[in-house]
């Protein structure tokens, strides 16, 4: 996964042969060789993720952390500090200013990539979540989430560990405001995580009697608990166990011995990324169950999806990655309604919109855009791909018969689909639907149950 990297250091040297390595891993990245120049970069530019010097003239990292941290605009990006000082002490106030990672250098390439990717990773996802939820703020339904604004003093914490002394000091290191439930063997915690619900999930790499490393992809694999932050712990010097845990979804990271302070804060952090997600995850829902909802299908509806689209379109054309658009109309509705009746059209309809969902990705939205007309928009993406999965889903929706409690018992149901994609800096919500529909238009006059792209630029 590539991302636009802030490198931050007032050492030419350092910022030269960072910025070479991060390019060699294809990241774009920019620099800054202060504090302020940090700050301006990070307001003007809103890189993915910022590597950050604590050692500066003037403002040292650890206020410019602070800073970011303050901003509601800035305060998603995650923020490793990367710098000589190796006391725990700098180590704790570095996550206490609101820093994601604290690493010491020498750092291992490897190490710090894949942390690296691991935190975009997490903002890609918050992004999407904050893209809709602005959104909803635009159409007056949800007042905006705030990172500094959650409780990060209370939560439940189930710990995944067979060294008794080592899960106790943990549980000492951690206020009583923080439950925390001991596990020594896997399977037992497996079982306690499908019957309860967890805020953070502390698992051992040291495990007698089970891989570590398998219970988190178990536990990542799970619906209930695929959002659920985990922490791992990692013996000193296990880069190859660290980075893999990194790149099977693991949040975050200690190394034995473990320091209480540092654990407290890297829990707190896990807190606040947790309840700042849930926070945006609830208002998105509230804003769906208010106003941007079809009744008849449960997808968004078109009032929504315009708005969200015009939101995407302005982020591409600062990003440039392409937002895709497919418009799809069932083909021949009119007969069903009049054949069978408007309850046999509904289920139709219902079924359909049940098909697009299970056919998209988490972060595409499909929308109800009228009658029997559907949308899908795909943020980040090449037409020729959002092409193959408008294909699958045509195939999709014409193999299978469409179930019916009454009339016919079932359908045989096909689907013309337009696919658009934004193309330069004179797109508009109205002009990519327009493409997009006119591509719907050719599919339906050369045949029906087919995929048109279109491949023309924006006017």
Same mark, same amino acid.
């Given at each position: 996964?590539?991302?636009?990297?802030?490198?931050?250091?007032?050492?030419? !040297?350092?910022?030269?042969?960072?910025? !070479?390595?991060?390019?060699?891993?294809?990241?774009?990245?920019?620099?800054?060789?202060?504090?302020?120049?940090?700050?301006?970069? !990070?307001?003007?530019?809103?890189?993915?993720?910022?590597?950050?010097?604590?050692?500066?003239?003037?403002?040292?990292?650890?206020?410019?952390?602070?800073?970011?941290?303050?901003?509601?605009?800035?305060?998603?990006?995650?923020?490793?500090?990367?710098?000589?000082?190796?006391?725990?002490?700098?180590?704790?106030?570095?996550?206490?200013?609101?820093?994601?990672?604290?690493?010491?250098?020498?750092?291992?390439?490897?190490?710090?990539?894949?942390?690296?990717?691991?935190?975009?990773?997490?903002?890609?996802?918050?992004?999407?979540?904050?893209?809709?939820?602005?959104?909803?703020?635009?159409?007056?339904?949800?007042?905006?989430?705030?990172? %500094?604004?959650?409780?990060?003093?209370?939560?439940?914490?189930?710990?995944?560990?067979?060294?008794?002394?080592?899960?106790?000091?943990?549980?000492?290191?951690?206020?009583?405001?923080?439950?925390?439930?001991?596990?020594?063997?896997?399977?037992?915690?497996?079982?306690?995580?499908?019957?309860?619900?967890?805020?953070?999930?502390?698992?051992?790499?040291?495990?007698?009697?089970?891989?570590?490393?398998?219970?988190?992809?178990?536990?990542?694999?799970?619906?209930?608990?695929?959002?659920?932050?985990?922490?791992?712990?990692?013996?000193?010097?296990?880069?190859?166990?660290?980075?893999?845990?990194?790149?099977?979804?693991?949040?975050?990271?200690?190394?034995?011995?473990?320091?209480?302070?540092?654990?407290?804060?890297?829990?707190?952090?896990?807190?606040?990324?947790?309840?700042?997600?849930?926070?945006?995850?609830?208002?998105?829902?509230?804003?769906?169950?208010?106003?941007?909802?079809?009744?008849?299908?449960?997808?968004?509806?078109?009032?929504?999806?315009?708005?969200?689209?015009?939101?995407?379109?302005?982020?591409?054309?600062?990003?440039?990655?392409?937002?895709?658009?497919?418009?799809?109309?069932?083909?021949?509705?009119?007969?069903?309604?009049?054949?069978?009746?408007?309850?046999?059209?509904?289920?139709?309809?219902?079924?359909?919109?049940?098909?697009?969902?299970?056919?998209?990705?988490?972060?595409?939205?499909?929308?109800?855009?009228?009658?029997?007309?559907?949308?899908?928009?795909?943020?980040?993406?090449?037409?020729?791909?959002?092409?193959?999965?408008?294909?699958?889903?045509?195939?999709?929706?014409?193999?299978?018969?469409?179930?019916?409690?009454?009339?016919?018992?079932?359908?045989?149901?096909?689907?013309?689909?337009?696919?658009?994609? %934004?193309?330069?800096?004179?797109?508009?919500?109205?002009?990519?639907?327009?493409?997009?529909?006119? !591509?719907?238009?050719?599919?339906?006059?050369?045949?029906?149950?087919?995929?048109?792209?279109?491949?023309?630029?924006?006017?």
């Amino acid at each position: 996964m590539t991302a636009r990297v802030l490198v931050v250091d007032d050492i030419p !040297a350092n910022v030269k042969l960072l910025e !070479a390595k991060l390019q060699a891993e294809y990241f774009d990245v920019l620099t800054a060789s202060n504090g302020l120049e940090a700050l301006e970069a !990070a307001e003007r530019e809103h890189p993915d993720i910022i590597l950050l010097d604590v050692m500066m003239p003037g403002m040292d990292g650890f206020e410019v952390c602070a800073r970011l941290k303050a901003n509601p605009e800035l305060s998603h990006i995650p923020v490793v500090m990367v710098t000589a000082l190796d006391q725990p002490s700098d180590r704790v106030r570095g996550l206490e200013a609101g820093a994601d990672d604290f690493l010491t250098k020498p750092v291992e390439d490897v190490a710090l990539f894949a942390r690296v990717r691991s935190l975009v990773r997490l903002k890609v996802m918050t992004d999407e979540l904050r893209m809709r939820e602005a959104t909803s703020q635009q159409m007056g339904v949800v007042a905006g989430a705030k990172l %500094t604004d959650v409780d990060t003093d209370s939560g439940r914490l189930l710990i995944v560990e067979d060294r008794s002394r080592s899960a106790d000091r943990m549980v000492e290191a951690l206020p009583s405001t923080l439950e925390c439930v001991i596990e020594a063997e896997s399977q037992a915690a497996l079982a306690r995580l499908k019957e309860e619900e967890f805020d953070i999930i502390v698992v051992s790499m040291s495990l007698e009697a089970y891989d570590g490393m398998r219970l988190c992809s178990h536990i990542r694999s799970q619906e209930q608990t695929r959002q659920t932050p985990i922490l791992i712990i990692v013996e000193d010097g296990d880069t190859e166990r660290l980075v893999r845990g990194l790149d099977i979804g693991v949040n975050d990271y200690l190394v034995r011995p473990i320091d209480p302070n540092e654990l407290l804060a890297r829990v707190r952090t896990q807190l606040r990324r947790r309840r700042y997600a849930e926070r945006l995850r609830s208002n998105v829902k509230l804003s769906i169950e208010m106003a941007v909802t079809d009744a008849l299908t449960g997808l968004y509806n078109r009032r929504y999806m315009t708005g969200h689209l015009s939101t995407l379109i302005q982020r591409a054309q600062g990003t440039g990655k392409p937002v895709s658009l497919l418009i799809m109309d069932i083909d021949h509705f009119k007969p069903i309604n009049d054949t069978h009746g408007h309850q046999v059209g509904d289920v139709v309809l219902q079924e359909f919109s049940r098909r697009i969902s299970a056919n998209i990705r988490g972060v595409d939205m499909a929308a109800r855009y009228g009658g029997e007309e559907f949308v899908v928009v795909m943020p980040d993406t090449e037409p020729a791909f959002a092409s193959m999965v408008a294909e699958r889903l045509r195939a999709e929706v014409a193999g299978r018969p469409f179930r019916l409690e009454t009339g016919p018992g079932s359908l045989t149901v096909t689907v013309s689909i337009g696919v658009a994609a %934004t193309s330069g800096v004179g797109d508009t919500a109205d002009r990519l639907l327009k493409r997009a529909d006119d !591509a719907l238009y050719h599919a339906k006059h050369t045949g029906r149950n087919r995929v048109v792209l279109n491949r023309r630029a924006a006017a």
